[in-house]
């Protein structure tokens, strides 16, 4: 028995730091002023959605996080490299239902070796992660954990969306004297 009470002990501490979250302040100063969640919806007009399957954020993910219904569509980044390591990351749109009150914005960020789930509050916060690495199940993550990979990923999507500019309003029927030109 005494011989795994050090497993035990260090189990312990990863999960009890893993719960403190730590503030966007203190790990990405612009990350607090931005909030990607409002930025996908005043620009989702003008972003290319692509319409996702029901399976493409897994069941156990939904699951941690009590926000998916389908349908949801996505949008991906170019695959980047970072220490080495190229990066995947993609961006759910869950819109507002009957279920839900407000729209979902979910993050992906995934590697060769591990991938994540970030469920961003409304506010643009970190407010739920699941992670798992090959051959393993999900698992919820604290957000103290996942803290720098989901800043690297917010970062990169606040970047992406920061260069659409607004999107136009839909342009109404041209008057009937333009029309006669």
């Known amino acids: 028995m005494s011989a795994h009470l050090p497993i035990v002990l260090a189990i312990s501490f990863a999960m009890m730091m893993g719960s403190q979250a730590v503030p966007a302040t203190a ?20 972003i290319q959605w692509r319409n ?9 993910v939904c699951s941690i996080f009590q926000a998916c219904t389908a349908p949801f569509k996505f949008v991906t980044l170019p695959a980047a490299t970072e220490g080495g390591q190229k990066i995947g ?14 729209d979902v914005i979910i993050l992906e960020h995934q590697t060769y070796s591990d991938v994540y789930f970030f469920l961003l509050s ?57 029309a006669k030109e």
């Open 27 to 46: 790990a990405t100063p612009q990350a607090a002023s931005a909030n990607l969640v409002k930025e996908v919806n005043d620009h989702k007009d003008a």
């Open 89 to 102: 990351r993609g961006l759910f749109w869950i819109p507002a239902g009957p279920k839900q009150k407000t």
């Open 52 to 60: 996702a399957p029901d399976t493409a954020i897994p069941p156990d």
């Open 122 to 178: 409304p506010d643009g916060k970190l407010a739920k992660a699941a992670y798992r690495a090959p051959g393993k199940a999900w698992v919820p993550m604290g957000n103290g954990l996942a803290q720098p990979t989901f800043d690297k990923s917010l970062k990169a999507f606040q970047t992406w969306v920061s260069k659409m500019g607004t999107s136009a309003p839909k342009a109404a029927a041209p008057p009937a004297t333009a």
